[in-house]
């Protein structure tokens, strides 16, 4: 397709906890040529007032026709967020690809998210 929708999937994770990646697996259906806009993965925060921003991002980057049309993960890592449930709702937003060269039937298989916790503060 020339255009592509984003889905976002909720990060729930525990108050206090620190979110440190968030990978997200995809399969695609072949492709003769790379899509012009590649596939990303995106970790906001949605603020009690409306405010939505982004913690950190990622961009598939499959080197190849080969690599991308193959069940791969976009990961983001290194990310040091201490999650506050009190102030802000986490969640992952996945754009498909797009632009010359997209197809349909792409498929999320997984959406994993990686944190570590030393003190949980509540029980939310």
């Keep these: 397709s020339t255009s592509a929708d984003g889905i976002a999937f909720p990060i729930d994770v525990p108050d206090g906890a620190t979110l440190t990646g968030v990978d997200i697996w995809i399969?695609?259906?072949p492709h003769t040529s790379r899509p012009a806009t590649m596939p990303d993965l995106r970790v906001k925060?949605?603020?009690s007032n409306g405010t939505n921003s982004t913690i950190d991002s990622?961009?598939?980057s499959s080197a190849t026709t080969a690599a991308f049309?193959?069940?791969?993960?976009?990961s983001i890592t290194g990310m040091t967020e201490v999650i506050d449930r009190t102030q802000y709702r986490y969640y992952a937003l996945f754009?498909?690809?797009k632009g010359a060269n997209s197809l349909t039937g792409l498929?999320?298989?997984a959406l994993v998210v990686h944190y570590?916790?030393?003190t949980q503060k509540?029980?939310?």
């Design 116 to 118: 570590t916790l030393t």
């Design 107 to 109: 498929r999320i298989t």
């Design 58 to 60: 990622e961009t598939d």
């Design 95 to 97: 754009q498909g690809e």
């Design 27 to 29: 399969d695609p259906v």
């Design 45 to 47: 925060y949605a603020a």
């Design 122 to 124: 509540s029980d939310l």
């Design 69 to 74: 049309g193959a069940a791969h993960a976009i």
